[in-house]
């Protein structure tokens, strides 16, 4: 069964720090990989897209980086500040009709 | 600038009603999809659909029930509500043939007495 895992399930981190979230998943023969963030009661707002030829898409203070041989992927915030605080979901797309989730992390970035 | 549009974003019924959640998207994607959003469960996935007369079941597809009929529209119809489906409903759609990126709407939050 392809899954998505998320960890940690929930993160705090003091503001300026630099984070990691990791996803992973248990298919190499992923189509894309995407994260997405959610803030409370709202629906979601893409980050980055990561094609399976590519290994890294970067957004500002975003980095996301993608090993299919692992089965991982990072999304690196640097300089974390409050307004980052939400729940960041990856998406990996196994083909392009079984679209699985992870579950989330959830952010907390203190002031 | 449409994108994806899903009607109603609020919505409570009785056990037992019936009702039609609307999504709509105006970017000549070939690809929709219903998930919900249940705390703890993250997203899942109810059914999805590849092309306009084409749908199948996701994970959790019991009590609901999709057509598509036009490639802009894909609705989900709860036929007899249950206090089970108390969730937040998300429509997406992709461009298979393009970047595969998955374009949300804003959601709809339904209640079930």
């Known amino acids: 069964k392809q899954e998505v895992t998320q960890i940690p399930a929930a993160l705090s981190v003091p503001e300026g720090e630099n984070l990691v979230l990791n996803c992973s998943f248990t298919d190499s023969a992923i189509y894309n990989l995407q994260w997405f963030r959610q803030d409370p009661g709202k629906g979601l707002t893409s980050l980055l897209l990561i094609q399976s030829s590519q290994r890294e898409q970067t957004s500002g203070r975003l980095n996301a980086s993608l090993d299919k041989s692992s089965g991982r992927s990072t999304l690196y915030i640097a300089a974390s500040q409050p307004g980052d605080s939400a729940t960041y979901l990856c998406?990996?797309?196994?083909?392009?009709?079984?679209?699985?989730f992870g579950k989330g992390t959830r952010l907390h970035i203190l002031p | 600038n449409a994108g994806v549009t899903q009607t109603p974003k609020f919505q409570v019924l009785k056990t037992g009603q019936s009702m039609t959640l609307q999504c709509a998207q105006d970017?000549?994607?070939?690809?929709m999809s219903w998930y919900r959003q249940d705390p703890g469960m993250g997203l899942r996935l109810i059914h999805y659909s590849v092309g306009a007369g084409i749908t199948d079941q996701g994970e959790v597809p019991n009590g609901y029930n999709v057509s598509r009929s036009t490639t802009e529209d894909f609705p989900l119809r709860l036929l007899s509500a249950a206090p089970s489906q108390t969730s937040v409903y998300f429509c997406?759609?992709?461009?298979?043939?393009?970047?595969?990126?998955?374009?949300f709407g804003e959601g709809s939050r339904l209640t079930v007495l």
């Open positions: 997406a759609s992709s461009n298979r043939q393009g970047s595969g990126e998955l374009f």
């Open positions: 998406v990996n797309f196994f083909t392009t009709d079984k679209i699985i």
């Open positions: 970017m000549n994607h070939e690809y």
